[in-house]
Structures are given as structure tokens and as C-alpha cells.
């Protein structure tokens, strides 16, 4: 039972963002910077978004050296060097959109640490280098192995160290924060903890069905342009047929250290792990690849074993010699495809688009996507 009121002046926009992750929130900046006059509502399940965007460790990077081997080894060269060139222009967007500022953006360094079995991909570096050369306009890899001691970690495990000279940090809650602030500069709507059940195309527009949790009844938002659905791995509620399946990541952070040896983003093992500092604490997530079965789970949840084995390489590898306190733990649930790893971008039909399943990579290519959707929703040839 809405009122008149409300029936009148909240239900109908051009446009309906479903999600309010970096790709929602993003889409929508997108059509609001290119039409200002478009009325764009965002509807978010969560109090907060709750989904990867604000669970994420804050990297934004374009890849590390044995990532992308094997990236190369499973995927065509052009496809591989897309994707990167997406990265790139995402992050210069992010930047861009929001300021450094904002987001506390540092570029601290990056650094890939290379373990004995993976020594001969430093026998790669310069053809890789060569091979990216055109997308990124410099030389990605180079040999830092010097700093293995200066950082403190342990040189049993850690033979070699390759930096990256097009990675950085950021924090993701100021990212996100920053995100949201500037959509309500442009007169974006958001409304959380609004749970979209239905997307239907009606043939003339687009009716978006949440369930109203005090009036326990559907109500319906109409788009009289599209609907977009930004809602990566939860998306297969509106997408059941496309390739779609959840990948949960765990995270955890220290206390504040002593003398924290290290500053900069960390990877290793093809990007399964990664950590970083944040002030004198570590962040340190991944390990997914211990047991993808149990991760492949939109469950916002943490693994014990997983985290358990998170603490030992902390204690083992990262921090050998210097004595931490895990402050606290959370997980985030990302999105991958089974054949390679670039996003979905479809009209699924003239009234709805979808822009979901981003992987590991949605902070790096998510306002990037936001502005490939604004074309879509333009593009009456597809
Ligand atoms: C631990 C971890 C580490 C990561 N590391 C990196 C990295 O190093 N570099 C990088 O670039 N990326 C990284 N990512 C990935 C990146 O965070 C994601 O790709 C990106 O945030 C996806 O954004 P999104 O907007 O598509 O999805 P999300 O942020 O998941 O947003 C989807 C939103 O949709 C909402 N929603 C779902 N269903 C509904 C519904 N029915 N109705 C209304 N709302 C709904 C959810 O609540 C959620 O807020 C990482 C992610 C995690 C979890």
C-alpha cells in the first residue's frame, strides 16, 4: 500500500541501476556526466553495498609477471593485452573521476615475490616487457630482488622480487565512499537496502520489483529507458544461463607493527595472494586456490583453513622476524567466468543491459565498464 506520494514521485526514472558495487555506482556516473538531464535511481540490497567493492584489499594493478604467463597460457595474446589495456584506462578513470586525494592513492611500489619453482619465468621478463610495450608505453617488470632483506622476508621462500612500475594502493573505503558521494553530486538517487527480485522488459520499458521489507509487498520501479544489472556474482538470479560462478576471497589485517620493514602491494603465486601495507599495518588476502569448491560460494563468510593458512604465511614468509597481531578478518565474494576473464557487457534485451562478472579485477576496470555501459545503453545497433 504506497501512498499517492510516493507512487507519484519515487517509481519512475530513465534509468534503474541494480547494485551499487564500483560498476553500479560507476554506470551510473557514466550517464549522468553524459546526460544530465536523465533521472538514474540506484538500488542496493545491502545497508551498504555488499558484494567485493568495499571488501576488497585496495590494489590497483594491472597484473603481475606470472599472472600474466599464465593469463598468455590460456588465453589469446590480443584478448590478454585487452584486458590490460582496460586496466590501465580504468585506473586512469578512477583516478581521474574521484582525485587521488580521495582515495589515497600511493604509489608506494609493487613487487611480485618469486618462489624457487617459478625462477624461470624471470627468463620471461623482457619478452613480456617487449610484448606490452605498445599497451603501456614503458617497461612493466624489472629485477628488484635486492630488496628481498630490506623488506624482511623470508629468502628460503623468496628467491627472486620483480617490480611493477604501473601498480599502486589505494583505500578502498575511501574509494568507495568517494564514489558514492559523487554520484549524489550529480543527483543520482541510491536507496539500500532495496532487494531487486524481478527485472522484466515489458516491451516499452523496464519494471524493477523489490520487496518492501515494512509494507511486505512487492513494489514496482519502472525504467523508461533500461535497467542495468551491476550485480557481478549475484547476478545469475537474472542471468541464469550465463557462465557466472562466485569466488569468495578471505582478508585479514594486522594490528599496527613496530617498524614494519615494507611499504608497497605484494603479489605471489599468479596473483592468488596478495598484501600490502596500510600505515604500519599488513593487509593480506587470498589463497583461494586452496579450495576453489568450498569459495565458489556467494556466502559472505569467513573459511577457517583458509585464513589459518593466510596467518602462517604471514608468520613464515612475509614476517619472519617481526612479531604481529591479527586485528581482524573479512571475506568478499568476486565473480569469474570458466573461459577467460573478460567482463559480461550485454543487452539481454532492449531494456535491460548487464555489466557484471568482473574477477579480480573490478577496481581496476570497473569505471572503465561503467562508460562501456553508457555506450551500450546508446548503441541501437546491438
Ligand atoms: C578479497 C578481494 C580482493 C580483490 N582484489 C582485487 C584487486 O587486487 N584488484 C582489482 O581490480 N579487483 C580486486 N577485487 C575485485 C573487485 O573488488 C571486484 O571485481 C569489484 O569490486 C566488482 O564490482 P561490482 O560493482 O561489479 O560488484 P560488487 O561490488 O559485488 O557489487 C554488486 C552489488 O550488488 C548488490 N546486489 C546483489 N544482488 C542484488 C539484488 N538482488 N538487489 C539489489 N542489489 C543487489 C550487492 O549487495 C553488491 O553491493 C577483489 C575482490 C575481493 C573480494
Redesign the pocket.
Known amino acids: 500500500m504506497l501512498s499517492f506520494w510516493e507512487k507519484n514521485s519515487f517509481l519512475h526514472h530513465d534509468y534503474i541501476v ?9 554506470a551510473a556516473c557514466s550517464i549522468k556526466e553524459q546526460d544530465p538531464q536523465a533521472s538514474v535511481l540506484v ?4 545497508i ?14 594491472i597484473g603481475s609477471l606470472t599472472e600474466l604467463l599464465a593469463d598468455l597460457s590460456h588465453s589469446p595474446t590480443p584478448l590478454v593485452l585487452s584486458l590490460l589495456s582496460m ?1 590501465l584506462k ?2 586512469q578513470k578512477l583516478r581521474e573521476r574521484l582525485g587521488d586525494t580521495a582515495i589515497d592513492y600511493r604509489a608506494l611500489g609493487s613487487y611480485e615475490l618469486i618462489s624457487e619453482h617459478e625462477l624461470a619465468c624471470l627468463e620471461e621478463m623482457e619478452r613480456l616487457n617487449t610484448l606490452l610495450y605498445p599497451v603501456l608505453g614503458g617497461n612493466a617488470f624489472s629485477l628488484a630482488s635486492h630488496k628481498i632483506g630490506e623488506f624482511g622476508f623470508d629468502k628460503t621462500q623468496v628467491k627472486a622480487m620483480i617490480q611493477n612500475n604501473f601498480e599502486g594502493q589505494l583505500d ?1 573505503g575511501k574509494m568507495m565512499h568517494s564514489l558514492w558521494q559523487y554520484a549524489s553530486s550529480l543527483g543520482i538517487m541510491v536507496l539500500t537496502g ?4 524481478s527485472i522484466t522488459d515489458s516491451g516499452n520499458d523496464a519494471i524493477v520489483e ?1 520487496n518492501h521489507q515494512i509494507l511486505h509487498e512487492k513494489i514496482a520501479f519502472i525504467a523508461n529507458k533500461s535497467a542495468i544489472i ?6 545469475k ?2 542471468m541464469p544461463n550465463e557462465d557466472i560462478t562466485p ?5 585479514l589485517v594486522t594490528k599496527p607493527i613496530d617498524n614494519l620493514p615494507f611499504k608497497g ?1 605484494f603479489h605471489f603465486d599468479e ?1 592468488y595472494y ?1 598484501f600490502r601495507n596500510y600505515g604500519n599495518r599488513v593487509i593480506f ?2 589463497g583461494r586456490n586452496l579450495d576453489f569448491a568450498t569459495e565458489a560460494t556467494t556466502e559472505i563468510a569467513y573459511n577457517p583453513q583458509i585464513l589459518a593458512h593466510l596467518q602462517h604465511k604471514l608468520q613464515t614468509l612475509i614476517l619472519p622476524n617481526t612479531p604481529f597481531e591479527v586485528d581482524m578478518q ?6 569469474f567466468g570458466t573461459t577467460d576473464k573478460m ?1 559480461i557487457l550485454k543487452k539481454i534485451s532492449p531494456h535491460i543491459v548487464a ?12 569505471s572503465l ?1 561503467g562508460d562501456q555501459i553508457y555506450e551500450l545503453l546508446n548503441d541501437d545497433s546491438k
Open positions: 541494480v547494485g551499487s558495487g564500483i560498476v553500479g555506482l560507476s538500488l542496493e540490497r545491502g551498504l553495498p555488499t558484494g567485493a567493492s568495499t571488501r576488497n584489499a585496495g590494489f590497483a594493478c586496466r580504468g585506473l578502498t532495496a532487494e531487486v527480485c523489490v551491476c550485480t557481478n556474482a549475484f547476478a538470479q537474472f569466488g569468495r576471497g578471505q582478508v602491494i596473483g596478495y588476502g587470498g573479512w571475506a568478499g565474494i568476486m565473480a567482463p555489466g557484471v562478472r568482473l574477477g579480480g579485477m573490478g577496481v581496476a576496470i570497473g565498464l
